[in-house]
């Protein structure tokens, strides 16, 4: 049994202390603060939540639109006379009424809620927990990484009546933020993962972060620890609060639990413990660092629960692995997979058909490829009928059940299935055909299998791949918008495939959050994210003569350059009959490589003023060295003619004409002149000039070892023998060439990739499909990774390895390497 509560509007009035504009006749059972991912409108509360950036009272219509009709707002000239049917709670500050509202909702149930904090860890130590315990009991947890003030109250939202117990994960990147979490989460007890540095800038010291943290526990009864940070055992012991039960365990100190010895065999690692003066021992199928630490963080709370050695010890041996991250491929047929195959439970399927939407192209279907889903506590029949419901909600067209237990419920769902009992079964079946034009999400259990379905759906298997990190790029955008007004507006350059990431899924991504503009070089990369679907804006930059009626045709707005371009884009706009077509003037101020000069401005005013085939919707020009301090006289030089040149031009008309001059380096060092808009290019993709280390990493281009081999010294290796080698040495092959973007100029020595965390050298020539690297010096195996560039062998190192810049290396990656996209 699951109840899911529901709320009187009335109710929610009180508990928030708001005012309520409407009758409130009505009750909710859902949170909404994203305008984006609704579930229910008509049974939902919209928050409207003030960030530094968004503001969700502007989406109130659009939301009143889709149905939703309870919203708490703060900001009362929003309520108008169209939303007659709406109820509107107002509140002096809205996060802090959801808040309120999932305090009071924690505070209706009496089972243990267990806090989860720490730098690192924290979901897998939650979603590990989740894994040993639910055989036993009905557990609440945070959806993929809930953590934050929002994030918190978003997860409690999820406790019902029927379960047992919760485990909720606090994260924080701000003084006085654990204090808020405490009062929504109030755990009876919890887990300290592990202290980093991350976050830090917020903070003062380590010391005081940790100290944050801990605050997490002001009201527990007891924590579990690693003695063997110092730092961590200190603080506890001077910590105010309640006191806490404090169960420890330590490599190298007294602690409750004891580890006396970790050996790695095969793809496990055998961990040896002492406990209440026993020897005991679990064996774990994982070998790294991370997952050891937090796998004992899991046996300290199994032992402190008083939990049997063999079934700890029967459990820990089929921990599964937490997929942190979604992929997005290529599949056959003109299809989209996105492969979610490690979760197949029910509370993050809502995340995952939000994806499937985000991803969703022009006249694409929408297909779920679903396994059984494994969740104790509930009947069968009434967690497919949840399933049914969310799919139908989130306009989902057609289904693949795979499993028996799926296919029993068959009739539960209502829209285009086929159901399959065994993925065997499926692949049996299985015939290409079935798929055409769809975006399809491949969500099964890990014994299911799915990643065979997946291989057999995608365009090829490649070895070598680009990967994209969608969340870096999120974060990257997030960091130039937070150097920005909250009104200034972001045109993002998407021209050359997106500096090499690809065009139509970067695009998707950025019109789900929202970017004002799109820009790309030439008509024909525009005309592709029309046809995947891309409603934004979207600015040409280097415009043809011969693609003006397409791009008219396109919704494509020019550049327009020269006194020439913009006759001859006006009579194509005559000969389309279209009036009012926004236009974009570009300057050259310094640049010299194409724009209007000042000797040409009279003319262009006389020609543009009063012309009602055109609309002026923007000015611009670019900086030659806005990234270069030695440039800046230069640079303030050309924002000063900008700044002159585009005020005659804005005074010439009656609506506004937007002015953008900053690239992104602009964005970082000269934010003064942000005018209305800025252009945004290779800081989306993780480069910076000057603050390199507030960005991440977005492109890491892979490879494996295809074979390798042992030669000895005095061999050569390659074309024209170039690689002479000095000692017996194993060689390793990599099947990337030149023709994929790996520049012949990095053989011989020159440039070197990351194996197992090793650099080593390229040996000999580069081939044309395939090169040679050296792997004496380091532990490795055919089929082991290889980074290009990546997280830890940077984009950067790479660029001074070719004496070149990040941009070339970016844009030369060919296409036929895959790009694989994924979300954390
Ligand atoms: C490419 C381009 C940009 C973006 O430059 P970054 O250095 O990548 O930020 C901006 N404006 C124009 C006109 C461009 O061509």
Redesign the pocket.
Known sequence: MKTCLSYDITSVVEITNGKLLGDGDTSVNYLSIDSRTLLDPAKTLFFALIGERHNGHSYIEELYRKGVRNFVISQEDIVRKEFSQANFILVYDTLEALHQLSRWHRSRFNYPVIGITGSNGKTIVKEWLFQLLQPDCQIVRSPKSYNSQVGVPLSLWNLYPEASMAIIEAGISQPGEMKKLEAMIQPQGGIFTHLGDAHQENFESTEEKLNEKLELFDHSDWLIYCRDDERIHKAILQRKGSPLDCFTWSRNQEAQLRIRGEIKRGGTTCIRGEFSQRNIEVVLPFTDKASIENAIHCWAYLLREGIEDATIRKRMKKLQPVAMRLEIKEGLGNCTLINDFYNSDLGSLPIALDMLNQQQQKKKKKTLILSDIFQSGISAKELYAEVATLIEQKGVDRLIGIGESISEHAGLFDLERNFYRSTDQFLHDFSRNLFRDEVILIRGARNFHFERISNMLQYKAHRTVLEVNLNAMVHNLNYFRSLLKPETRVVV?V?AFS?GSGSVEVANLLQFQRVDYL?V?IADEGVELRNAGIDVPIMV?NPEYHSFDTMIEYRLEPEIYSLAMLESFETALKRNGVKDFPVHIKFDTGMHRMGFGQAELDQLLQKISGNDQLHIRSV?S?LAGA?EEQHDDFTRLQIERFKEWSGKIQTAFPYPVWRHIL????IERFPEAQFEMV?????LYGVSSTYQDKLRNVSSLKTTISQIQEVSANGTVGYGRRGLLLRDSRIGIIPIGYADGFNRHLGNGRGSVLVNGVLVPVVGNVCMDMSMIDLTDVEAREGDTVTIFGDEKSLLAMARELDTIP?EILTTVSRRVKRVYFQE
């Open positions: 350059m021209k500096y820009a070089a930059m611009f670019h990234d690239n992104s380096a602009g252009r945004l290019g290779i800081g941009y």
